[in-house]
Every structure is written in structure tokens, then in C-alpha cells.
């Protein structure tokens, strides 16, 4: 059975939250509760919800936690090194291999770091909530050269071992998939760029 997802734009930037929901029990996760609480808890209405998981410990991802968390009273997951950076407090850690079971259905965490210590990207079935960890034409934002090659070598080890069909569903703006980065990925991984790179790169 697959996982459905509903993407919710929220805040000023905007960032994507999504409900994630089994079709079969009509349960649902909170994934990056990031603002506009009152919306989120909105689209959950009366179903239940299972827990929250969180992407990665930026202020944008999780701006609206704890008026969500005192809602619906749910254990939160995020990657221990987030927790402890961005001081969010959680129930259980997301790292890498983590399944969590939501009604009759399974998310699998994949730890990538590089964007920050403790991204993670969420697999629901031939989709992937992937956070900040990659857009349609780049990695996300890094603030140091080491931070990018990290990212790099993180996505190589996770999202470019996945099928092109793959849909990747990122924390800001539209959904990509594998095979429309691919090759511009495989090409930026092989030309020669300038060592003090890093910020908001893109492929080309």
C-alpha cells in the first residue's frame, strides 16, 4: 500500500509542510511543521495523527512545532545532530535506516548530510520528502566548500542510487524527479569548479 502526501504551503517564504497519510487507516505524520499552525492542524482535522518528523532543524522547518506538538500530542523524530544544534527537542532519533510505521504503511529515513549536520530525506514509496537536501536544478544551501562536498557525496550515496521515476518532493517550491537532475548532477560532479564554493550552487 502507498502513502499518500499532501503538500501545505506555509509562511512567507514559502516552505512545504506535508501530511503524510496511510489510505487504508486515514492515519497521518506531520512532516516540517514550518509556520501557520492554525492551517496545518486545519488540514488534519479530525484524523489521527501518528507523529511528527522533521527534515532538518532550520527555524523555517520548524517555526510552528510546538503549536502543533500541544495540538494533536504526537512524539517527534528528527536527527540527533539537529535536535542538538537547533536545541528542538524530540522523542525519537531519525537516522539513517529508521523506519517509522504510519497506519499499514512505512517511511524510511536516509541520513544526508550537507545542507546541515542532520538532514534527512523521508521515503514514502517511488517519493521522497527531501527537506532542503536538493531542488529542481541544485543542492541546497551550504555555507562552507566542506559542507557542499559533504552534500554532494551524501546525494551520490542516496538520491542518485534511486530509480529516475523517483519523485522528489523538496521543502521549498515544485517537486522534481531523479532522472530530470541526474545528468546535469553527473556532469557538475565532473567538471572542474572553484574550491571556495558553496551558498545557493546550482548544477549549471
Not at 524530540?90 to 512505512?106: K, M, S, Y
Not at 536544478?137 to 559533504?150: A, F, M, Q
Amino acid at each position: 500500500m502507498l502513502l499518500e502526501s499532501q503538500r501545505l504551503q506555509v509562511g512567507p517564504w514559502p516552505m512545504n509542510c506535508y501530511l503524510v497519510r496511510c489510505p487504508a487507516t486515514a492515519e497521518v505524520a506531520v512532516v516540517d511543521p514550518g509556520a501557520d499552525a492554525e492551517t496545518i492542524l486545519a488540514a488534519i482535522g479530525s484524523a489521527r495523527v501518528r507523529c511528527i518528523l522533521i527534515t532538518h532543524g532550520h527555524p523555517d522547518h520548524v517555526g510552528a512545532l510546538e503549536a502543533v506538538r500541544q495540538a494533536v500530542a504526537v512524539p517527534v523524530g528528527i536527527h540527533p545532530a539537529d535536535a542538538e544544534t537547533w536545541g528542538v527537542q524530540a522523542d525519537f532519533p531519525l537516522l539513517d535506516g529508521t523506519r517509522v510505521e504510519i497506519g499499514n504503511c512505512t517511511v524510511t529515513v536516509f541520513h544526508v548530510p550537507g545542507h546541515t549536520p542532520g538532514s534527512v530525506c523521508l521515503r514514502l514509496n517511488g517519493r521522497v520528502l527531501v527537506g532542503d537536501t536538493i531542488f529542481a536544478g541544485g543542492p541546497g544551501h551550504t555555507d562552507s566548500p566542506e559542507e557542499l562536498i559533504l552534500s554532494l557525496k551524501s546525494l551520490s550515496r542516496t538520491v542518485f542510487t534511486w530509480g529516475d521515476e523517483t519523485e522528489l518532493c523538496p521543502g521549498h517550491g515544485d517537486s522534481t524527479t531523479v532522472g530530470a537532475e541526474r545528468s546535469a548532477f553527473e556532469r557538475f560532479l565532473a567538471e572542474a569548479r572553484p574550491s571556495d564554493l558553496c551558498g545557493d550552487v546550482t548544477w549549471r
